[in-house]
Nanobody, 126 residues
Framework: QVQLVESGGGLVQAGGSLRLSCAAS????????MGWFRQALGKEREFVAA????????YYSDSVKGRFTISRDSAKNTVYLQMNSLKPDDTAVYYC???????????????????WGQGTQVTVSS
């Protein structure tokens, strides 16, 4: 069992930056691929970014590539999402998730994630 707690959301102007954090409980953090998803009001949840167990591989959606960076700190059992050049379209609830899957092809698949956090709101004003 893994418990995930997100933090770092808030209100920011377009062009600004935020860093989200996701703290994981338990001693098995390094056995999970970690991902970030988001859900805007009235829309389906979508993949944002993921990072492999070792941190050596990262995956991004086209909409955030070049603006967002995912990283993980195994000593702190924490995964981060650095978000730069934010746009109003980035407004959403952001969720952290943990996956046991080892297949790179499944990194963006919501159904392959086993544990989810409660989410943190990010609002980007124009």
């Amino acid at each position: 069992q893994v418990q995930l707690v997100e933090s770092g959301g808030g209100l920011v102007q377009a062009g600004g930056s935020l860093r989200l954090s996701c703290a994981a409980s338990g001693r098995t953090f390094n056995t999970y691929r970690m991902g970030w998803f988001r859900q805007a009001l009235g829309k389906e949840r979508e993949f944002v970014a993921a990072i492999s167990r070792s941190g050596g591989r990262t995956y991004y959606s086209d909409s955030v590539k070049g603006r967002f960076t995912i990283s993980r700190d195994s000593a702190k059992n924490t995964v981060y999402l650095q978000m730069n050049s934010l746009k109003p379209d980035d407004t959403a609830v952001y969720y952290c998730a943990a996956s046991k899957s080892l297949l790179a092809s499944q990194a963006a698949l919501e159904g392959q994630y086993d544990y989810w956090g409660q989410g943190t709101q990010v609002t980007v004003s124009s």
